[in-house]
């Protein structure tokens, strides 16, 4: 049952009746109207002592309510949830670096070694992680990652950066089409707590289909998983994963893929944490966008707005942990009388009609769901 904290004037009250009784008990002598004067008067002494305690304990019961919460991972604040997770053996995640691939021009026949400093305009610098050598054509790609952690090394495909030192052969450097990405900050607090509790609910079991997202989700910025037994035969295990990008996800680059697997580990190699007889693939996610038409009454601008505002409040909570037709977003199938419901939320809507979709979106098992576009269709 619940433990009632009450009120300093709760308090208060009980500290001032209870000397009421009790002095009334030791001093018959004394008026029963002057001792209650004394014990609840503004001012009386022995009023005035009781209300100071009543405060001081209200502070004590307010301290141990506090302490109470630390003791739970689920309602502990920042500094505790970073000591349970210490306990439990969970790292926090800290902030990645970008990595991608730029495409060199030059001389023919230049061989360009591994460690070349390439900066943008705004001073973000990028090394090559790998050595290569220009091709006949003029040109090569190779991989680079940023030094600095952190989102300020995401950029976009076709960007310019120039060589930090000099290199006379090399004459253009451009981001290749798939940009540079997956640089992110460091997980927050609230995020390790998500990571901690569903650590403490399901325990690892050295391979099982929960655990693949876990393992990534302590090295990469992950918004969904999907495992798929069997993907390309007996024995394995396919790895479908969208990247957080704001509210809801994208595919992760092939060179994000590529570090991502490295991670897991390959099939016939010891490295990687997945168990070693497994063969891996990890695969990224497409990204479909669900589109909806509807009636909505009273058709008005606000109400539009906040219909659109719902279903992607809506789309973002696909295959939470309260989902139990989900296990994720990945591969869900969504339930019109779901969107439906969403959109009867929305502030300002009395009714609607749903004309799309007639039937449950059953996405693909790499299928990643987005907000499309809302039709709005004028009143019958």
Do not use: C
């Not at 030791?26 to 503004?42: K, M």
């Not at 997956?182 to 079991?205: F, M, N, S, V």
């Not at 969208?242 to 893929?257: L, S, W």
């Amino acid at each position: 049952m619940p433990w009632p904290t009450r009120k300093a004037s709760t308090i208060a009250e009980r500290i001032a009746a209870t000397l009421e009784e009790a002095i009334s008990k030791l001093r018959e002598d004394l008026s029963p109207l002057a001792i209650s004067r004394a014990v609840r008067s503004g001012r009386g002494m022995l009023a005035q002592l009781g209300r100071a305690v009543a405060l001081e304990l209200r502070e004590v019961h307010d301290h141990i309510s506090w302490w109470g919460r630390q003791y739970f991972p689920d309602t502990a604040e920042e500094e505790f949830v970073y000591r349970h997770a210490g306990i439990w053996g969970i790292t926090p995640r800290g902030a990645t670096a970008a990595i991608g691939t730029v495409t060199i021009e030059g001389a023919a026949g230049t061989a360009l070694p591994a460690g070349i400093e390439f900066a943008g305009s705004d001073g973000t610098v990028y090394v090559s992680t790998e050595a290569g050598e220009i091709a006949p054509n003029g040109e090569t790609s190779v991989a680079v990652a940023a030094v600095e952690t952190g989102t300020s090394g995401n950029l976009e495909a076709g960007i310019r950066l120039a060589t930090v030192l000099p290199f006379p052969a090399i004459t253009r450097v451009t981001v290749g089409a798939e940009g540079i990405a997956g640089g992110a900050a460091e997980e927050t607090w609230q995020e390790l707590r998500l990571r901690l509790l569903a650590h403490i609910r399901q325990r690892p079991h050295g391979g099982a289909a929960f655990d693949y997202p876990t393992w990534l989700e302590s090295e990469f910025d992950v918004r969904a998983v999907n495992v798929v037994p069997e993907w390309i035969g007996r024995g394995s295990v396919g790895v479908v994963v969208a990247i957080k990008e704001g509210t809801f996800g994208r595919a992760p680059t092939v060179d994000e893929v590529e570090a991502m697997q490295v991670y897991l580990g390959r099939f016939g190699k010891p490295e990687g944490v997945r168990p070693v007889t497994a063969r891996v693939v990890v695969v990224a996610a497409d990204v479909v966008e669900l589109p909806v038409r509807l009636r909505l009454r009273p058709d008005t601008v606000a109400a539009r707005a906040a219909v659109e505002e719902a279903f992607q409040r809506f789309v973002a909570t696909i295959g939470d942990d309260d989902d139990e037709e989900n296990a994720g977003p990945i591969g869900a199938r969504i339930e019109p009388s779901r969107i439906s419901e969403a959109i009867s939320a929305a502030a300002g809507e009395y009714a609607h009609d749903l004309l799309e979709p007639t039937a449950p979106y059953v996405l693909d098992r790499k299928a990643y769901p987005v907000p499309g576009t809302i039709t709005f269709e004028a009143a019958a």
